[in-house]
């Protein structure tokens, strides 16, 4: 008995197999985050540390000196559903055959990259010491320079 279509189908399904071995990265990737940071190192460093070092520092936190300012595992924690959402959707475009799979996990990177930089720009706490928030002229945590907001980017894998 013969099936009529069938490599087709099985052509797809490998296809689709190679789209569900992808992901998507999230973070300070590649040479942006081995730049060094525009801003005033403080007394965090010697030298003005890197785009990662601050965004690793302010993610996690350093204890008695800077407090944790999780921009990015926080973000993906509350936006959860947004994200299942996101990825369901683009799933089913996939499926359709609308859209490739690695347009639907570029699409969302970009969401959850565009998730994380609003919730940088909407300030993240605790709030800027007094000091700190003369000596910057603002009162939001990360963006002193953009250029930790403007460095996160994503990657498809």
């Known amino acids: 008995m013969t ?3 069938r490599e087709e189908v099985e052509g797809a399904l490998r296809a689709l197999a ?4 992808r992901g998507v990265v999230i973070g300070v990737l590649g040479s942006a ?3 060094q940071h525009d801003g005033h190192p403080g007394d965090l460093a010697v030298s003005l540390p890197t785009v990662v070092d601050l965004a690793t520092w302010h993610e996690f936190g350093i204890p008695g000196r800077l407090p944790e300012r999780s921009f990015l595992r926080a973000t993906i924690e509350q936006r ?3 994200i299942i959402k996101r990825v369901s959707s683009e799933a089913k475009a996939v499926l359709s055959g609308s859209r490739s799979g690695l347009d639907a996990w570029e699409r969302v990177g970009l969401a959850v990259v565009g998730m994380v930089q609003e919730r940088i720009a909407a300030g993240i706490p605790p709030a800027l ?3 700190t928030v003369e000596r910057k002229g603002s009162d939001t945590p990360l963006i002193d320079t953009g250029q930790l907001r ?3 980017t994503h990657e498809v894998r």
Request: net charge negative; proline share 11%; hydrophobic share 25%.
């Open 3 to 5: 099936v009529e279509g």
């Open 80 to 82: 959860k559903p947004d």
């Open 18 to 21: 190679v789209e569900l071995d």
């Open 33 to 35: 985050g081995s730049k």
């Open 129 to 131: 010491d007094p000091v």
């Open 150 to 152: 403007s460095s996160i």
